[in-house]
């Protein structure tokens, strides 16, 4: 037996908007910097913790991918214990070259 449900799903009066692509979701998610991630690595190194950094990159810009493939080694470079790379294709416009860019430089991380 077959019930029909689209009559119980609630009607909008106004179309979904989707989101543009890059759109930032919150403020403070940045690693380099006094004010960045960079006061964590410090303060676990302080007091004999190991240092961990989330690195995502969903809802980025396409003109934001120079200034990641640029920054990427300089995140890299800071010698976090474990670094953990999140990739979420999700608000890109063009995931395929965002996974090259980080491949590129993760490759030379894992080496």
Known sequence: MHHDVSS???KTRTPLVQRGWGQQEGSGKVLLGKTGGERYLKAAREHGKK???LIENHNMAMADARIMD?????????GVDQLIYYYYPRNLED?????????????????
């Open 8 to 10: 119980h799903i609630p």
């Open 70 to 78: 640029q920054r990427l080694p300089e995140v890299i470079a800071k």
């Open 95 to 111: 995931p395929d070259k965002i996974m090259n860019i980080i491949a590129r430089h993760v490759k030379h991380y894992a080496s």
């Open 51 to 53: 240092t961990l950094w």
